[in-house]
């Protein structure tokens, strides 16, 4: 069972640091990329008459442009957020509360 204490924001720690911003931007880059890249390949493979070799080169060249391009756009995004308060002080056992008695009147039909 979860402390419900550990569902409080304490003062001061409602903003994520850069540091985590930018691990995030990172690290969902790396994931976007390796899809933009597969795209790009399937694409360059199936649909021109380019070699195994040069599909390849063209994919890595896009996803190369793309990850730096979206990481900076995604980290200043990211920042932007971290200064909007809304949507950030929702309450877990208002839902909670409210989810079982949807489930119950379900039931109880």
């Known amino acids: ?7 409080k924001i304490e003062q001061g720690k409602e903003k994520d640091s850069p540091a985590r911003s930018i691990l995030k931007a ?3 880059r790396i994931i976007a990329t390796g899809t933009t890249f597969l795209i790009s390949f399937i ?3 199936r649909y021109t008459n380019k070699s195994v070799d040069e599909s390849i080169e063209n994919a890595g060249m896009i996803a190369s442009v793309e990850f730096f391009a979206k990481f900076i756009i995604y980290y200043a995004h990211e920042r932007m957020w971290t200064n909007i308060r ?3 002080y929702w309450s877990m056992k208002y839902w909670r509360r409210r989810s079982w008695k949807k489930l119950y009147n379900r039931m109880h039909k």
């Open 43 to 45: 694409v360059f493979n």
């Open 86 to 88: 809304w949507g950030r």
């Open 26 to 28: 990172f690290s969902w």
């Open 1 to 7: 069972m979860t402390d419900k204490s550990s569902f």
